[in-house]
């Protein structure tokens, strides 16, 4: 009989591949472990099992794999279900999901090593210089990886270089999987069993009376032995002894001591379990009995909470519960951002039952969690994370809870898969018949319009925590202060003067401003040229830190121009502003004052966010100026004003979202002013302070903009009435880009008729070289979303086979907002 597995591989192809292996190999074999397959040529992959049988493949004779990667599997059988639908709902391979959804360290690829041909008998004289430096090279090295020789041969096309020298037969090539992740390991020490009675040690002490250094490291180790129950580390008694490690070794070879090493976490959360939970207000104790009761006969249910009502308080209260069932707790963010402070928070509750998952951590980080979560540990019980930790194997789920639900960051958008967070987290929590929550003070209209529908449950908290009022909103119009010279840059006479009354009154102040950079257009004030990204269609943002022009698309910058490119003139003037802007403005208006940036560029570090949100909670801050970072959930308590800079650029953005997105961004960042007794104040600057959004905004009247928003959803055939599919063509040649997609277009339309848009080109058409159209497919409620899916895969597979159109990349983006 023969033995076959099917395997996933990380790689953009849509079908799993079947490999041979030997009758050992299948029964220990298990759905989950990794192989090491080779694919190509010469590749050599980690893939992933998800069948074993005995049917051989019938267009291709199946090749052995290398050799087994795993002891147990690393993924479990749910998560492989979860894959499969990601895969078939967001049209995009089980490959591209795997890349997605593994830490990269378990994604091991193989790692071209070049070692010395032992047998090589030629003369070396007959080697160019590049060749005799590698031939030098490996003869004081045994082997060489790809970068090492680009970096030997200072030049990057090396390839050609190492084939002409394994056709000389100096060097051969040997294909290697490596394992990134390495576990943490620590030393410890503790006296030699020998000495661990009182008479033996007295011996000991006195032998080693004349080795005074020594003795004084056995006195250290033995008071810290004392007074702590823990092993103790050999950095620790290092310290306390003020010795070094190398002394510590000598009594260890003396057999006095005993090294010995352990594994341990990079990430331990010590916290007090004993912080018993805050007290519940009459309004939350209503909330929390109202979820409990709406999940008796629904899995999804949606708190609708105005800003600062203590959801967050609401749902301790529900993980704790999970906690006491022995159940682990899905806790979704939308950005790193907020996760900093909300640890601290959670800490205090839960202790060491917490852990921490997002892209910022390292490899090594982001694999203790998932080897945590994977064996149900105490250390793993809940799960705080952005998007990608709905990824992680659980074993045994009873809550997910989605805070802020109506963030766009949930949705992934490059590269594939292209998967919304929430609605996944819906998936997941199904399949544990687990229960999920939905927290947000501004739902999105989908998530309202299915509480209103009796899909989801739906709760509310009307008031904020403590009774605190909801803030003062006010509107100023700068076209009128602009007329009438009442501005000082971008600053209204008015927003200056409660800056000033606020930091007087000892409050902190928040500015928000959605675009981050000095200035978004520099423009030549002689002939109007400004200077263009080479690569994209968009003017390059100024930025004065590092004097700098920035595409914020590819990443292109180049200097600070002293005369126009065009004309020569150097009356270069900035029009627009962004945060850095602000900032500047700011610290000449209030020079005796702390003001501080937090946007994409002051961000950048693994522990950036935490520096700025710590720095201003502790009220080393005066003034923080922010992008819509700002926005997301953040807890200041002594924040007494907010102030948006300009409300138009949100409101006149393409995009059928964009006055619903306003709201949420308005109400969010007003959210975080006035969160104790004193009522905060907000100020929206606007030239439009007659906009139907912004009236609504100030009066916090959620369920207007609501009934607006959907009667327009209704009539233009938008989300929730319709559900969408984006497919958009990216190529370098302009003119290939629109025939592929005329042809799209047409083949789209001739099936779904007037429900195609497009194609189109968006508002930027090129960027990092490469135009851009799209084709919008609307699918009414009564059209089946599978058989829409499975019409559109067909024509795409039509079009793959035009040759003409080879090289066209295309980009499918499933429920595209």
Not at 444 to 452: K, M
Not at 684 to 702: E, S
Request: with cysteine; net charge neutral.
């Amino acid at each position: 009989m023969l033995y076959f597995i099917d395997v996933i591989l990380p790689v953009p192809v849509s079908n799993t591949f079947t490999y041979q292996v030997s009758e050992r190999e299948y029964g220990f074999l298990e759905l989950g472990m990794r192989v090491a397959v080779q694919f190509g040529k010469s590749k050599v992959y980690a893939a992933l099992v998800v069948n074993l049988h005995h049917t051989a493949p019938l267009v291709y004779e199946a090749k052995e794999i290398e050799h087994i990667l795993d002891e147990i599997p690393i993924v479990t059988e749910k998560q492989l279900n979860l894959w499969r639908w990601i895969a078939d709902y967001y049209m995009c391979t089980q490959g591209e999901v795997m890349r997605a959804a593994l830490p990269s360290a378990f994604l091991l690829e193989s790692e071209t090593l070049v070692v010395k041909n032992e047998n090589f008998s030629g003369d070396e004289q007959t080697l160019t210089d590049e060749e005799f430096l590698i031939f030098e090279a490996l003869q004081y090295q045994s082997l060489l990886k790809i970068d090492e020789i680009i970096t030997i041969v200072g030049k990057k096309t090396v390839l050609p270089l190492i084939k002409t020298l394994i056709e000389k037969g100096v060097v051969l090539i040997r294909e290697e999987l490596y394992e990134q992740y390495k576990p943490k390991l620590v030393k410890f020490v503790r006296l030699h069993q020998k000495y661990r009675d009182d008479k033996a040690l007295k011996i000991l002490l006195d032998e080693l009376s004349r080795a005074p250094k020594q003795r004084e490291i056995i006195l250290n180790l033995f008071s810290l032995e004392a007074s702590s129950k823990k092993p103790i580390k050999l950095n620790d008694l290092k310290d306390k002894a003020a010795t070094t490690t190398t002394t510590i070794k000598s009594l260890a070879e003396k057999d006095i001591i005993e090294i010995f090493e352990r594994r341990e976490d990079r990430i331990v959360y010590d916290g007090g379990e004993d912080a018993s939970i805050k007290t519940l207000s009459s309004a939350q104790v209503q909330a929390f009995d109202e979820v409990k009761k709406e999940f008796e006969s629904k899995a999804v249910c949606l708190l609708h909470g105005v800003t600062s009502s203590g959801k967050t308080e609401v749902y301790v209260k529900l993980i704790k519960e999970q906690l006491e069932r022995g159940k682990q707790t899905l806790y979704l963010l939308p950005e790193i951002a907020l996760t900093t402070q909300l640890i601290t928070r959670l800490q205090q509750y839960f202790g060491t039952s917490l852990s921490v998952y997002h892209s910022k951590f390292n490899v090594h980080e982001r694999i203790e969690v998932w080897n945590n979560v994977k064996k149900n540990s105490e250390k793993a019980k809940i799960i705080i994370g952005a998007r990608s930790s709905i990824f992680l194997p659980f074993q045994d789920l009873g809550l997910v809870i989605v805070d802020e639900e109506h963030e766009t960051s949930f949705k992934q958008f490059d590269p594939a898969p292209r998967y919304h967070a929430r609605d996944t987290a819906v998936v997941i929590a199904n399949m544990f018949k687990a229960k999920i929550l939905l927290g947000s003070a501004t739902p999105s209209v989908e998530t309202y319009y299915n509480a209103l529908q009796k899909k989801y449950g739906l709760v509310v908290m009307d008031r904020r925590y403590g009774e605190v009022m909801m803030p003062e909103m006010n509107l100023v119009d700068i076209k009128t202060k602009y007329k009438k010279k009442q501005m000082t840059g971008h600053f209204s006479d008015t927003l200056i003067t409660a800056i000033e009354y606020t930091l007087s009154e000892g409050g902190q102040v928040i500015l928000f401003q959605n675009r981050r950079g000095y200035s978004p257009v520099v423009e030549c004030t002689t002939c109007g040229h400004s200077p263009q990204c080479p690569n994209c269609d968009v003017s390059l943002t100024f930025h004065s830190h590092k004097n700098q022009l920035r595409c914020h698309y590819c990443g292109y910058h180049m200097a600070m121009l002293l005369q126009c490119l065009a004309c020569g003139s150097s009356e270069l003037s900035t029009k627009g502003f962004g945060t850095e802007q602000i900032e500047k403005e700011l610290q000449q208006l209030l020079p005796d004052h702390t003001i501080a940036r937090m946007d994409q560029d002051t961000t950048r570090g693994k522990h950036g966010y935490e520096k700025i949100i710590t720095s201003f909670e502790q009220e080393e801050i005066d003034v923080l100026v922010g992008t819509q970072m700002l926005s997301k959930g953040l807890d200041f308590r002594n924040v007494h004003l907010v102030g948006v800079m300009n409300a138009d650029n949100l409101l006149n953005f393409p995009d059928f979202r964009a006055h619903e997105r306003s709201f949420q961004l308005i109400q969010q960042v007003s959210g975080r002013a006035g969160r104790t007794k004193k009522r905060g104040k907000v100020l929206i600057q606007t030239y439009n302070p007659y906009h139907q959004i912004l009236q609504q905004v100030t009066v916090n009247d959620y369920v207007s903009m609501y009934h607006d928003q959907i009667e327009e959803r209704r009539q233009y055939k938008y989300p929730p009435f319709y559900r969408l599919i984006k497919i958009t063509a990216r190529h370098k040649d302009y003119n290939r880009v629109n025939d592929s997609m005329r042809w799209l277009g047409t083949s789209l339309t001739s099936v779904f008729k007037e429900n195609v848009l497009g194609p189109e080109f968006p508002p930027i058409a090129r960027i990092r070289n490469q135009y851009h159209k799209h084709v919008l497919i609307k699918i009414p409620q009564g059209q089946s979303l599978q058989k829409t899916k499975q019409l559109t895969t067909k024509i795409l597979a039509t079009f793959q086979s035009i040759k003409e159109f080879s090289g066209v990349r295309i980009i499918i983006n499933v429920d595209t907002y």
